[in-house]
């Protein structure tokens, strides 16, 4: 099978790319993974012994595209690629015509944002590609229903797969704190992301405005890469909170940072379902999210976390000086939220269902798995 995406970067897809390319069962799957540009996960994946195709495509609009597209197509044939499957859209609009034209078996699409978020340009095609596709995998419910009731796409063949937690790395355990700018009774907020105007992290800026003067033992920490970041920056000098700012570019490993946050805070006015969410609430911290996407799915207000409504700064503060001054509640809300992700939410049950999804395919286009153990334990599940 061919995993594709834009970049093998710090973004949540790449990372749910790499996790499942890494954990699928090798006596079933063979995993190859193709990609725009190199990241630091391509490294990850070599070392995992898993082929890698760097394609190099900067423009569709450059004539080299098109040699690019030849080149994957021969790929597709040379090693006999039986499943293709987009994790994001570019990669959707170049691979999936690309999958058809050189005769894959079973081209599978994915959709893990809202489709408002995708270049005019580039929607067009994708909804062409809604055409040709034997199927979409999705990463929440909240995908499921904008797919099928806002886009129109069959119901019968979008599949349901949430993202999976690689426990071993995401932990409330065995913490390993960077040093903290303030007393013992410092609290950390913070967020990890791609600095893109979606995750509006300017709501969280004002937020912790309000919340200073009257908290003056809070600090706020923003960790990632992305061009929002000089604007955030400056909005920080603007509110007269920069000395209580900190900025720290995309980190491979993010769970040193998130262990140092006692409070994680997802204000983003679009989501899926979110990664950092995710890891955030296996580190153990309280979370704060958005009431939007999928948010509610991994947030149940009150016990494993709090949500307030979107684009509310007031109703955000709110929440913010609740926790900052409530030292039970946010041990509490961790302990909860590290219990849920580890329950529901593990990288071995992600990877199981997105196995299952393949299975189907296969045993419908009559493709023998391998050994076969892939296929027993799918059918004897009844999932996928």
């Known amino acids: 099978m061919l995993l594709l995406a834009r970049e093998m970067g710090p973004g949540g897809t790449e990372r749910q790319l790499t996790e499942l390319a890494k954990a699928l069962d090798r006596r079933s799957f063979e995993p190859h993974v193709a990609y725009f540009r190199e990241g630091f ?155 893109r105007p979606e995750k509006n992290l300017r709501l969280l800026l004002h937020a912790f405005a309000r919340l200073t003067p009257e908290t003056p033992n809070a600090r706020l920490i923003l960790v990632g890469s992305g061009p929002e970041r000089g604007n955030l920056q400056s909005l920080a000098r603007e509110l007269g909170i920069s000395d209580r700012c900190m900025f720290q570019s995309a980190q491979r490993d993010v769970s040193v940072w998130l262990r140092a946050m006692d409070i994680f805070v997802l204000p983003s006015i679009s989501e899926a379902l979110s990664n950092s969410l995710m890891e955030a609430m296996g580190c153990g911290c309280a979370v704060i999210a958005s009431n939007a996407g999928g948010n509610s799915e991994l947030v149940t207000s009150g016990r494993t976390g709090l949500l307030f409504d979107s684009e509310n700064v007031e109703d955000l503060a709110k929440e913010l000086k609740r926790l900052v001054e409530d030292r039970n509640l946010r041990a509490r809300l961790g302990k909860n939220a590290a219990q849920s992700m580890h329950r529901g939410f593990s990288l071995a049950a992600s990877t199981q269902a997105m196995q299952n999804i393949y299975s189907s395919f296969f045993r419908a286009n009559d493709i023998g798995l391998g050994s076969g153990a892939i296929l027993a334990r799918a059918a004897g599940s009844g999932r996928n």
Request: proline content about 5%; aromatic content about 10%.
């Open 41 to 195: 996960r391509s490294e990850e994946l070599r070392e995992a012994g898993i082929a890698c195709l760097c394609l190099g495509v900067q423009s569709f609009l450059n004539p080299q595209a098109f040699r690019k597209a030849w080149a994957l197509g021969n790929y597709i044939r040379r090693h006999r690629i039986h499943i293709v499957h987009t994790f994001d859209y570019p990669l959707t609009c170049f691979g999936v015509p690309v999958a058809r034209a050189f005769g894959a078996p079973i081209v599978l699409s994915s959709q893990r944002a809202h489709r408002m978020l995708i270049p005019r340009a580039y929607l067009r095609m994708v909804r062409l590609t809604d055409r040709i596709v034997n199927g979409i995998v999705v990463n929440c419910e909240y995908m499921r229903r904008h797919v099928t009731d806002d886009e129109h796409f069959p119901s019968d063949k979008v599949h349901l797969c949430y993202n999976g937690l690689n426990i071993s790395c995401f932990s409330a355990h065995g913490a390993v704190f960077p040093p903290r700018k303030g007393g013992g009774d410092t609290v950390t907020v913070g967020s990890v992301s791609v600095l």
